[in-house]
């Protein structure tokens, strides 16, 4: 194996990583707000796959297609949150996975209802020339998605850093009952907290999906992915959490190439419970005494 197929599988690894990266965000951003691992997070990225390539079928230019879809889907988690979640917030911490296991079906039913069991395809976002890199090459898409991650990185930093909204919610995250006592509206904030995480969903899933077709139950494997690589990066992080998502990226785009596609899922998988063994905290993340 020469020098630019290592290159080749260093950039197809990062940018399916990249993807993973935003679906993790969406995993720690709810739970560290309400304590809920939320396994329809995938669905969120179908929901946003199948509106953007919806609205371009009814006329919709690309720039506002893809708008449009973030705040459908944005709203789809609102929904969920005000309606269902809300109520059932007080049960364990196990029904309430069982509920969001139960909503990702939901949704997917729902989607295929609404748009057949056919793969639907979405135009690439950006149209330009391929670069060439030590042999390897990267396609207009790809550099897409790492740009799309880095924008959303410092976007995400400047909004829980230097916003009150992003203040509120990182307090309602650390302690809630104190930023109750401030005044914090900490129903509002989880409601927040799952409107941002269904737009991040929606992003991932609009932008992998001129790579890949997208159809109803495209939702479900790269959700999982999110998940494993939130747990990679540690629950309680962002930084860690993309930085847990490149990792299953590339250690997938190599084991497709040393062994076989096959092999990835098992794995990824596998490496999730050595993790969970090992550092149940994570590799990038810091070991915290109980939620209070």
């Known amino acids: 194996m020469d020098f630019a197929q290592v290159v080749q599988y260093l950039i197809s690894g990062l940018t399916v990583g990249s993807i993973y990266a935003l679906l993790a965000i969406g995993f720690v951003t709810i739970y560290n707000t309400t304590g809920i691992l939320n396994f329809a997070q995938g669905e969120f990225a179908m929901i946003g796959a199948m509106s953007c390539i919806s609205f371009i079928g009814w006329g919709f230019p690309m720039y506002a297609a893809i708008p449009s879809a973030i705040l459908v889907t944005s709203f789809v988690g609102l929904f969920l949150e005000r309606t269902l979640i809300k109520r059932a917030r007080r049960s364990t911490p196990v029904h309430m996975v069982v509920i969001t296991i139960g909503l990702s079906i939901l949704l997917k039913g729902i989607g295929m209802i609404i748009w057949g069991t056919y793969p639907k395809s979405l135009s690439p976002i950006i149209h330009a020339a391929p670069i060439e890199i030590f042999g390897a090459v990267m396609t207009s898409q790809s550099l897409f998605i790492f740009i799309v991650l880095i924008m959303?990185?410092?976007?995400?930093?400047?909004?829980?850093?230097?916003?009150?909204?992003?203040?509120?919610?990182?307090?309602?995250?650390?302690?809630?009952?104190?930023?109750?006592?401030?005044?914090?509206?900490?129903?509002?904030?989880?409601?927040?907290?799952?409107?941002?995480?269904?737009?991040?969903?929606?992003?991932?899933?609009?932008?992998?999906?001129?790579?890949?077709d997208a159809t109803y139950e495209m939702g479900l494997m790269i959700g999982l992915k999110g998940f494993v690589a939130m747990v990679i990066g540690g629950m309680n992080n962002i930084s860690g959490a993309v930085m847990g998502g490149l990792l299953l990226g590339v250690l997938e785009a190599f084991s497709n190439g040393f062994l076989s596609s096959t092999y990835s899922d098992a794995i990824s998988f596998s490496v999730l419970l050595l993790v969970l063994f090992l550092r149940p905290m994570g590799l990038f993340g810091k070991t915290s005494g109980a939620r209070v």
């Open 152 to 212: 959303l990185l410092i976007l995400l930093y400047l909004f829980f850093d230097k916003t009150y909204l992003g203040s509120a919610l990182r307090a309602s995250e650390t302690n809630p009952r104190a930023a109750n006592l401030m005044g914090i509206n900490t129903q509002s904030m989880s409601a927040l907290s799952f409107s941002l995480a269904a737009a991040l969903g929606a992003i991932s899933g609009i932008i992998i999906a001129p790579m890949t």
